[in-house]
């Protein structure tokens, strides 16, 4: 039985869809005969180590930072599209799909949730129907030799929606015509590679939307696009949201883009959540020195807007997931540490700093606020 169970609460909050508890997903590295002989433990890559972050619904969070930090593994564990070591997923479903969960061996939590991160693998079928993903690069995410009606009606076929082959192509129409891609007629009998980069998004876009998802994890869904599409899709995404009620998990590397689509923003860092809140209060009030680097980065014409945080920059390269640094992960590289070393050398190299709320609604794992 869970805790959350035995305390007599409920799992997830009434506006809550989604909840991740700390979330490891480690990938074993390949021992060699001389490690073997020796009897040293097997290394992993803790590519997500310890995440947790709730998503309500009609909410969009996003997941922010450089390459390499986890970001999209977290949105594949979601998934279950990569193998999960650790933790809880729980996730509210319709009910249709709970009793179709439910009929594939799913154990059912107060009645409504269930945990991705223990699903039967014959169940990740039914929750696909709820919970859906949207590729970074809209190249290689459609089947170049299926039409672009043939790939919409895929998932209809898969899940049995759509009782005739006139049903199918219909909600097909229908779906192009929402993701903004009139008329229909001229787009649903061609080839990806006969559309333009922004045009295939919208495919992917529409693949996504088909069977009417709760949450939808977009990965990087406008970064390989030109400047003059993101906004459109951008756009395009909101209004999904507000007609169909739909959450994202937004995976970006792009502060200027969370800004403008998020209501809260988690800023990651090797495989953990380092400062998390309002979208607008991360970026205008920021507390953890990495999220004080990133947003020094953003270029900035009017030298005015720059006074407001100093330009803090970052020692060094990203160390490696498989040899993370003991204590607060970032320390080797944070300038914070360096010029406070006589203040902090008792903590930020010895222990890693829990997240605390250093205001309401505001996280941070730093131990400048943690020892408050």
């Known amino acids: 039985m869970r805790a959350a169970e035995e305390a007599g609460r409920s799992l997830l909050a009434p506006d809550e869809i989604l909840r991740v508890e700390d979330l490891r997903v480690w990938f074993p590295l390949r021992r060699g005969l001389g490690d073997i002989v020796r009897g040293r433990p097997r290394r992993y890559v803790k590519a997500v180590d310890g995440v947790s972050f709730s998503i309500r619904r009609k909410e969009v969070l996003c997941l922010v930072g450089e390459s390499g930090c986890g970001k999209t593994t977290t949105g594949k564990a979601i998934m279950r599209l990569v193998p999960i070591m650790g933790g809880h997923i729980y996730f509210r479903p319709t009910k249709s799909v709970l009793e179709d969960l439910w009929g594939y061996g799913a154990e059912v939590l107060d009645g409504e949730v269930v945990d991705i991160a223990s699903l039967p693998d014959a169940a990740v079928k ?28 895929e998932p209809l076929i898969i899940h049995g929606l759509g009782l005739t082959r006139e049903e199918r192509v219909e909600l097909v129409a229908k779906t192009l015509e929402a993701v903004r891609l009139v008329p229909p007629e001229n ?32 990965d990087e869904p406008v970064s390989m696009l030109d400047v003059s599409i993101r906004a459109e899709i951008l756009e395009l995404l909101i ?120 205001e309401k609604g505001h996280y941070v794992a730093c131990w400048l606020y943690a020892r408050r």
């Open 187 to 218: 787009f649903m009998w061609r080839y990806p590679h006969q559309l333009s980069g922004g045009q295939r998004q919208r495919v992917a876009i529409a693949r996504a939307m088909i069977l009417n998802p709760e949450l939808i994890v977009a």
């Open 239 to 358: 209004d999904i949201k507000e007609r169909l009620g739909v959450s994202y998990l937004f995976i970006t590397h792009d502060l200027a883009v969370a800004r403008y689509i998020c209501d809260r923003i988690a800023i990651m860092y090797l495989g953990k959540i380092v400062e998390m809140g309002d979208a607008l209060r991360v970026i205008e009030n920021p507390l953890h020195p990495y999220t004080k680097a990133l947003i020094a980065a953003i270029p900035e014409p009017n030298p005015e807007n720059r006074k407001r945080i100093r330009d803090l920059k970052i020692k060094g390269e990203v160390p490696s997931a498989a040899n993370i640094p003991p204590g607060c992960r970032f320390h080797p590289r944070c300038v914070v540490f360096d010029e406070r070393r006589r203040e902090l050398e008792a903590y930020c190299p010895a222990r890693e700093p829990p997240l605390v709320e250093a």
């Open 126 to 153: 039914p929750l696909r129907r709820s919970v859906q993903m949207i590729y970074q690069d809209p190249y290689g995410s459609l089947n170049p030799r299926y039409t672009i009606e043939q790939t919409l009606e």
